[in-house]
């Protein structure tokens, strides 16, 4: 059995991407945004609070891109009482709100983007223009 494994993750220049296409589609549907770009351990790679955007969800938006990369999924899916139990034993870093989406490419996990202060619909929407921007597998 190996003692390593190779990992992938999303470089500085595809975050900053990624960030610039999500605000492009956030100012196509007139909604500023918080977004967040983590690697695939949830720390932080890049993240911008557009003019507007609801300061708060900042914490939204990168406790949804964290979780995404934690499960490798999208956000948005947990049991209520779940995601709030969750939310609770993390200190805020899980959230169930909608809005964060795995960073895959060919399938492997190389980070998560968390986008908030829209509806959960809007968030996800920008969300999924950014990885398209960087050529990531659409989720």
Request: charged residues 15%.
């Amino acid at each position: 059995m190996p003692a390593f494994k190779e990992t992938i993750s999303i470089t500085h220049d595809g975050a900053l991407s990624a960030i610039a296409a999500g605000v492009a589609e956030a100012m196509s549907i007139g909604v500023p945004q918080c977004i967040f770009i983590v690697d695939a351990s949830g720390e932080t790679i890049a993240s911008l609070r557009m003019d507007g955007a609801k300061y708060l969800s900042m914490h939204t938006a990168r406790a949804k891109a964290r979780t995404a990369a934690s499960i490798n999924n999208a956000t948005g899916s947990m049991p209520y009482e779940f995601g709030t139990a969750a939310g609770i034993a993390s200190q805020g870093g899980v959230t169930p709100l909608p809005g964060g989406l795995p960073v895959r490419f060919s399938g492997r996990l190389a980070g998560a983007i968390g986008v908030g202060s829209g509806t959960g619909d809007q968030d996800f929407q920008v969300a999924r223009a950014a990885l398209a921007a960087i050529g990531a597998d659409a989720v």
